[in-house]
């Protein structure tokens, strides 16, 4: 897994050059973010199960035919799926947080999720929603602590939103 430091002096390495003006004002945005980062991912550690309840709950209220039969929620065993997949979102999303680095979620989650989710029927339209939800869930728990710029915290979610987006499929 890569993280926006390493990826830095990677590239710098491979170039054969010092840091400049650029890569240095990127590394001190980096570790200048760091506690709103450190914040939100001791948040996530700590609410994972509030925040994924508190998503599922308001993308049920959005879309309650997913709840019914012939809905891609229906049933306890695909709504334990649809939960686990929401909490799966989350804790990559998590890492990609701390990294400040997107990698992790196009290798670990997007690639091959489109297929997959196609092949099973899960439409990708509730799925962009319920990652758009965590992210704003947690922007808002934020908020309610003090932390006031949140924007950074949405980004990983907006990451696969966008990677997802593009297949938004409806279900069967």
């Not at 908020?143 to 279900?171: I, K």
Request: proline fraction near 3%.
């Amino acid at each position: 897994m890569r993280d926006a430091i390493t990826g830095l002096i990677g590239r710098y390495d491979q170039l054969g050059r010092y840091f400049d003006r650029s890569a240095i004002d990127r590394i001190d945005s980096y570790f200048g973010q760091a506690e709103l980062r450190l914040a939100a991912v001791e948040l996530i550690n700590r609410e994972a199960a509030t925040i994924v309840r508190e998503a599922a709950q308001r993308l049920w209220l959005e879309d309650p035919e997913l709840l019914l039969p012939g809905g891609n929620a229906y049933t306890t065993r695909r709504l334990a799926a649809c939960l686990r997949d929401i909490d799966y979102f989350l804790r990559y999303a998590s890492y990609a947080l701390v990294a400040d680095d997107f990698t992790i979620l196009d290798e670990r989650v997007l690639n091959g999720l489109d297929d997959t989710y196609k092949s099973l029927g899960v439409p990708t339209g509730p799925t962009v929603r319920s990652i758009a939800l965590l992210g704003e869930v947690i922007a808002e728990m934020l908020a309610d602590s003090g932390m006031a710029d949140t924007g950074l915290v949405r980004a990983p979610f907006e990451h696969l939103c966008r990677g997802l987006s593009s297949s938004n499929v409806r279900a069967r």
